[in-house]
């Protein structure tokens, strides 16, 4: 049984961002110019990066949930076949950067609830389930830089990624006090205020800023990444 499930919410909100963050990935990849083992190894490191994190550093309650359930491998080869068999429409994308930030966006939430219904359920605390939760959801990113050998968006000054992913697990940590007979209710809100308030950031360019002691050293030629 899919960890989400154990800490009383669907199994479709892990699945979801699965499939999700594996597009993104998957996407990323084609456009690159990978051959179908490349995208399939980013789009899997994209989707599943975070719960491997997760579970091998924070819960290791058993192998990794990758591992015991075929389902999310199974998941993210049917994203990467679905990017692979557009991949010409994926080569005429504009705005690409953005597209995958939207895409991303649609699992941040969905990530950062699944992270801490399964640190709640494993009992932890207030401030683990954040930390968990932020880890569930940033950390696919994180691991597909590493991979790409880049530096990831995460630690640039850029549109409202990881702030929004906060500010989504304080608001699901609030719900669940205010109603907590419904998770479900409460994981939803929570999946569309992550996603308005990153696609609100990408689409009015809201960023955030090197610190005001050190901006001078911020080159221009930084990239502009999302």
Same mark, same amino acid.
Request: net charge neutral; hydrophobic share 55%; proline share 8%.
């Given at each position: 049984?899919?960890?989400?499930? +154990?800490?009383?919410?669907? #199994?479709?909100?892990?699945?979801?961002?699965?499939?999700?963050?594996?597009?993104? *990935?998957?996407l990323l990849a084609a456009k690159r110019g990978y051959d179908f083992t490349g995208i399939f190894i980013i789009a899997l490191a994209s989707s599943t990066g975070g719960g491997l994190l997760r579970d091998g550093l924070f819960i290791q309650? *058993?192998?990794?949930?990758?591992?015991?359930? #075929?389902?999310?491998? $199974?998941?993210?080869?049917?994203? +990467?076949?679905?990017?692979?068999?557009?991949g010409r429409l994926v080569r005429r994308i504009r705005h690409f950067d953005k597209l995958v930030s939207l895409v991303d966006a649609m699992g941040l939430g969905a990530y950062a609830v699944v992270g801490m219904t399964i640190a709640d359920a494993n009992h932890l605390g207030v401030v683990s389930m954040v930390?968990?939760?932020?880890?569930?959801?940033? *950390? *696919?990113?994180?691991? &597909?830089?590493? @991979?790409?050998?880049?530096?990831?968006?995460? $630690?640039r000054p850029g549109t409202l990624e990881t702030t929004a992913a906060l500010m989504g697990c304080f608001l699901f940590l609030?719900?669940? &006090?205010?109603?907590?007979?419904? #998770?479900?209710?409460?994981?939803?809100? +929570?999946? $569309?205020?992550?996603?308005? @308030? &990153?696609?609100?950031?990408?689409?009015?360019? @809201?960023? +955030?800023?090197?610190i005001s002691a050190f901006e001078d050293s911020w080159s221009k030629d930084q990239p502009k990444g999302l």
């Open positions: 049984m899919p960890a989400a499930e +154990t800490a009383f919410l669907p #199994p479709a909100f892990d699945f979801a961002a699965t499939f999700i963050f594996a597009v993104s *990935g998957a309650d *058993g192998p990794p949930r990758l591992l015991q359930y #075929p389902a999310y491998l $199974l998941i993210i080869a049917a994203a +990467t076949l679905i990017v692979v068999g557009f930390f968990v939760g932020m880890v569930n959801a940033a *950390g *696919g990113s994180f691991v &597909r830089s590493i @991979i790409l050998a880049e530096e990831s968006r995460l $630690l609030l719900l669940n &006090r205010l109603q907590p007979n419904d #998770p479900t209710l409460s994981a939803w809100i +929570t999946i $569309l205020f992550v996603f308005v @308030i &990153r696609a609100l950031s990408v689409y009015f360019n @809201i960023r +955030t800023k090197p």
